[in-house]
Structure formats: structure tokens, C-alpha cells
């Protein structure tokens, strides 16, 4: 039996119609832009979708330090005191108070833990301290000169400009240069794509759900252009075209866990931190800017990298199911940029000028932040040296 979905939607620039077209064993989805038929065609098995990657809580990691460990220990339920908590908090964060702390493994673990209380959750740790004015005192504490570093990073990458859509395109443009996606797609191995994997993991397993938090805050057209973005990303609803599931395939086809944040105990810092740029922006309604512009920079850098990586994965014999994550987003991504871009941040800013700084930090923080993180994975490998804190257990 089949089902046919037809789904067509105009935006301020064009017209786009999508088809999804299902069978009981796989499914087809073909993009129609204007009045040509434009993308390839992508297939997919439907089985098996096996759902248990994502949806699950966040394991409780090791400590990195002794803010980070009075977190767990309140957490977990062992003699912890959230107020002691606050009290190292507030000492770490007064002790880095510039951009080191984004490379501090103390403070970054303990506010990735604390972001999560607002997402997935903790493994065993009761929801009730998403909301405990101690721990959200803590996070504070951590988030202003976490907040200073980030705005002073990615000042490298922003000057102002009253006109958004065009400052996005122009700060998102592709090099020409070297990049680590042209690394991937020639020269890496299985095991360094593997180091990426699991860097990239602890955000794709659950690709989109902070962008999300900026639906109810918006209204209007910049409202339709977000859901329009964010419902290709949940694959239009179906468990077995979400990115997130796609992501899980992969990993699962370089043999890695696809369990979520499987990996956490072993990336550093720098991966925690770009993270939590993104939940800072997510959690934080007077940041609905930058969690745009954040939304604006992935989708207008996504779709040319993405072929890279395809075309490493397939240098290195992988098949279709592991390189189906990133053929969708070349796909994909080449007409979320156009929504994101002109339909969400153009017309956000149009019905808010006083936005515009905003989304332009916002772009500017993910640009800079998946530079910090290129130059840490690259620079590992040009020491010989891995990127990962230690070996990942397989699961
Ligand atoms: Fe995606
Ligand atoms: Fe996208």
C-alpha cells in the first residue's frame, strides 16, 4: 500500500512544492523549486529506523573539576548541596572571567549539565531541578563571562549592518581556501571521520530541538519560515527521515554508539562549549536574535560541507546509509539557507530592526565556534595527536 503527501507553501521569494511519496518498505521524497524539478531523489530504507538513539537522557559524566563534581553529586542524589554549588560557581566564574572559560573543562561540563536539565534530562536525576533557584543561580553565575567570551569571539567575525540578509550572506559565503570538509572529503581517515562523528554527536542526536525553542517566540512570517525549516528537519514527521535518525545511521555505520551523548566523558571544551552557545541562545528569550542568526549561519554552511563528507565516506567504501545524512542536507540545506536567511532572519528584522545586531551575533558565535573547534580537531591531527579527551568505548 502506498500514501501519497503533497505539501506546497509560498515564501516572500519563490514557490516551492514538495512531494513525499511512501511505500511500506521505503521512501522517496523528491523537492520541487520554482517551475523546474530540482534535486535528486533519495531513498531510503524504512527499517530499521530503530528509534532508541534518540529520546533517551543524558548519562551522568565523570567530574572535571570541583564545580563540576558538586553538580553531579546534587544531582545524583549523593549528599550534594545546591547552595555550595552556587557558591563554586560563582569563585569559577570569577576566576575566568575572559575567554578561557570556554575552554575550561570544569565550567563548560557543569553548564552542559545544567542546559540539559531544560532538554532531555540527566539519566536518574529527578526533573524537579530544572527549576531549583540555586542551580539556576550557579548557571548564571557561569553564563556572564561565558556570555562576555562569546560576544568577544565572535566580534572577529561581525561588524555591524542594517542590511541583515545581505551581512548573512557575506559572512556565511564558502572559502576558497582549505577547510577541514575538503580534509574530509581527500585525505581522512575512518577513525578521524569517527573523531568528527563524535564530536558532532552530542548536538546532532537531537539535531534542531534548541532552534525549536524560537517557534513560540516568534509570530508572523518569520513564525511560518522557522516551522517551514524545522518540520524538514523532523523529516515532515516521520521518525525515519528526522536528521537526528539519519545522524544515528551513520554513526551506527562507523560502528559507533548512536546512544545519546554516549560520547560526553570524551570530547573537551571546546565541543561542550559550542553546544552551549546554543543552548545559551535557546534558554534565553532576550537572545531570540542570535538563536536566529545561529539557525541562519548552520543552514548557509551545511550544504557544500556536506558533500564533502558524502564524498569522503564513499572514498572510504561507505554506502548510502552512511552518507544518507549528509546527502539530505546538501539537498535540504540549499533551501533552508533561502528560508532561514530571507523568510525567518529578513523578515525578523524587518519587523524588528533593533534585531539586526542580534542575528548578526548570533551567525557570528556559530561561525566562530565551528572555527574553534575545526582548529582543535585539525590541529590534534596535525600533531599526530587525537581530538578526543580519550578513547571513546565503542558502547
Ligand atoms: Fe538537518
Ligand atoms: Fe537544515
Redesign the pocket.
Known amino acids: 500500500m502506498s500514501v501519497s503527501v503533497e505539501q506546497s507553501c509560498r515564501t516572500a521569494n519563490e514557490k516551492r512544492s514538495v512531494g513525499a511519496y511512501r511505500t511500506r518498505d521505503s521512501a522517496v521524497v523528491t523537492l520541487t523549486i520554482g517551475i523546474g524539478v530540482y534535486m535528486s531523489s533519495i531513498q531510503i530504507d524504512r527499517l530499521p529506523t530503530k528509534a532508541t538513539a534518540t529520546g533517551t537522557r543524558m548519562p551522568i559524566p565523570a567530574p572535571r573539576g570541583p564545580v563540576s563534581a558538586l553538580l553531579i553529586s546534587v544531582l545524583s542524589g549523593s549528599d550534594g548541596n545546591p547552595t555550595a554549588f552556587t557558591t563554586a560557581a560563582r569563585g569559577l566564574a570569577s576566576e575566568r572571567d575572559d575567554r578561557s572559560i570556554v575552554f575550561d573543562d570544569d565550567a563548560q561540563l557543569s553548564l552542559t549539565m545544567l542546559y540539559e536539565l531544560h532538554l532531555q534530562g540527566l539519566d536518574r536525576v529527578s526533573d524537579a531541578w530544572e527549576w531549583n533557584v540555586d542551580l539556576l543561580a550557579g548557571r548564571a553565575a557561569l553564563e556572564a563571562p561565558f556570555e562576555a567570551a562569546v560576544r568577544e569571539i565572535a566580534a572577529a567575525h561581525h561588524q555591524g549592518s542594517d542590511d541583515v540578509v545581505s551581512k548573512l550572506w557575506a559572512m556565511t559565503a564558502p572559502s576558497t581556501g582549505p577547510s577541514m570538509s575538503k580534509f574530509m572529503a581527500t585525505d581522512a581517515t575512518a577513525e578521524q571521520f569517527s573523531e568528527v562523528l563524535i564530536h558532532r554527536s552530542l548536538n546532532q542526536l537531537r ?2 530541538d534548541v532552534h525549536t525553542f524560537g517557534i513560540p517566540r516568534l509570530a508572523g512570517a518569520p513564525k511560518a519560515a522557522l516551522v517551514e525549516v524545522q518540520s ?2 523532523y523529516g515532515g514527521g516521520r521518525l525515519e527521515r528526522m ?1 537526528s535518525t539519519l545522524f544515528a545511521h551513520t554513526m551506527r555505520e562507523l560502528g559507533l554508539s548512536d546512544r545519546y551523548a554516549h560520547y560526553l566523558d570524551v570530547v573537551p571544551a571546546v565541543t561542550l562549549a559550542s553546544l552551549n552557545v546554543l543552548s545559551f541562545f535557546g534558554l534565553h528569550r532576550r537572545l531570540l536574535g542570535a538563536l536566529v542568526g545561529h539557525l541562519c549561519a ?1 543552514e548557509t554552511t ?1 550544504s557544500l560541507p556536506s558533500k564533502n563528507y558524502s564524498a569522503g565516506l564513499r572514498r572510504l567504501g561507505f554506502g548510502s546509509r552512511a552518507t544518507l545524512f549528509y546527502d ?2 546538501v539537498e ?2 540549499s533551501v ?1 539557507e533561502q528560508i532561514a536567511v530571507r523568510d525567518l532572519a529578513g523578515t525578523l528584522a524587518e519587523q524588528d530592526p533593533a534585531m539586526g545586531a542580534d542575528i548578526l551575533f548570533g551567525a557570528a558565535a556559530c561561525l566562530s565556534f565551528d572555527d574553534l573547534l575545526a582548529e582543535h580537531i585539525t590541529g590534534s591531527w596535525d600533531r599526530s595527536e587525537t581530538s578526543l579527551r580519550s578513547s571513546p568505548t565503542r558502547e
Do not use: K, L
Open positions: 539535531e534542531s524538514d528537519e536528521h548552520v551545511s539530505e542536507h535540504a540545506d533552508h
